[in-house]
């Protein structure tokens, strides 16, 4: 039975209100009501609320994600509401975390990941259901980098095209008559939340595409001297979720990736056997890969080892990265540096 913290503010004796934020799209606010009330069953005698809010990356639809570089995009304007009090929580799509969070903030609790599989969707009325099946030159849309350069290795006679916007926007784009995408590759944890997975085709697991860091899991950043919420968050947090996903960003982190470089990523973590009794550990299985935005070059790597706990499973990724950095992953992500900061003094000269 989980212990139910004080739920009183530090001065007075006023009961707390949890204030839960997160971005302002319909699927943000599911995701929301969905920590909300897995807080709400924990600790029933407890009050929650929400506040909803538009983001920098909400607001700018129209430059490629490419372009628009870090993931703080979709999470600055809240951690100053987190930082100022007028927020107790934030609840995320982990995957569009930056994996290094501003002074006093810190992740309070990973829940348990929803499939983190990619998914492709076909425009409405046409008969085709998997990207084999498409005729030369149709247009499959997606904002990520990383989906593009993967797939411009295994379908190179498919052309790529940016679609922005929430999946309500892109699905609209997807199927206006005039519109030039064929089909469009969306995270298929969001497409479900939102109850749209009737929609999805075909799911692209690796290692036809190799998903995004954390892609499927929800987290909740809190300020790092709110002790009470840090309790509360710990009813929440899904510990296998937890080590693979601590071990993708730790990934992430050292080869400075973003939303916008192409580093895919599927990890495995089983239990191990026969552990004296009262111990975690557990068999983590971690492939990452890193790929040229022409689909040209591509770089992989997979590591297995036994974890005790969560630094383990960071050390893991961070060595995942350095062997793939030294086998030719980082002039690959200095190239596309490069190419981005070229691209966007053209786009700014314009």
């Known amino acids: 039975m989980t212990s139910t913290p004080g739920n009183t503010d530090d001065v007075g004796s006023q009961p707390r ?17 969905i920590v909300r009330d897995a807080l709400q069953a ?29 993931k703080a995009l979709w999470t600055k304007e809240l951690e100053i509401a987190l930082k100022d009090r007028t927020v107790d929580m934030l609840v995320h799509s982990l995957k569009d975390v930056p994996t290094v969070l501003p002074d006093g903030c810190e992740i309070g609790a990973i829940l348990e990941r929803a499939d983190p ?31 593009v350069a993967q797939l411009r290795r295994n379908f190179p006679r498919l052309e790529f095209m940016d679609v922005r916007g929430n999946l309500n926007t892109r699905l609209a784009k997807l199927d206006a008559p005039d519109g030039p995408y064929t089909a469009i590759i969306l995270a298929k944890a969001g497409l479900v939340r939102l109850g749209m997975g009737d929609r999805i085709t075909d799911n692209l697991d690796a290692p036809v595409l190799y998903h995004a860091v954390s892609q499927g899991a929800l987290a909740v950043e809190i300020r790092s001297d709110d002790a009470q919420v840090r309790e509360l968050c710990n009813a929440l ?21 973003g939303c916008s470089v192409p ?3 599927t990890t495995s973590l089983t239990a191990v056997e026969n552990k004296p009794e009262g111990s975690e550990s557990g068999l983590l299985h971690i492939t990452g890969c890193v790929t040229s935005i022409d ?44 190419d981005r900061a070229k691209r966007a003094n053209e786009a700014q000269e314009k």
């Not at 839960?20 to 606010?29: C, E, F, N, V």
């Not at 609320?49 to 372009?67: I, P």
């Not at 990207?131 to 499959?140: A, F, K, N, T």
């Not at 990934?251 to 400075?256: A, D, G």
Request: one cysteine or more; proline letters at 3%.
């Open 237 to 257: 947090t899904h510990r296998e979720t937890e080590w693979k996903c601590l071990a993708e960003r730790a990934m992430l982190r050292k080869l400075e990736g």
């Open 42 to 70: 924990a600790f029933p005698s407890l009050s929650f609320d929400t506040l909803f809010m538009s983001t920098e990356g909400d607001k700018n639809q129209s430059q490629a994600l490419y372009l628009l570089g870090g």
């Open 117 to 147: 599989v990619d998914s492709l969707v076909m425009k409405q009325g046409l008969p085709y259901r998997k990207l084999e099946d498409l005729p030369d030159g149709s247009v499959v849309g997606t904002s990520s980098v990383r989906r």
């Open 295 to 338: 689909g040209s070059l591509h770089v992989q790597e997979t590591l297995v080892e036994t974890v005790q706990n969560p630094e383990g499973a960071e050390q893991l990724g961070t060595k995942l990265a350095t062997l793939l950095i030294e086998n030719g992953a980082g002039a690959i992500l200095e190239d596309i540096s490069q």
């Open 17 to 33: 209100t949890f204030i839960l934020a997160s971005r302002a799209s319909k699927l943000a606010q599911i995701q929301t009501n």
């Open 263 to 265: 580093v895919g990523v």
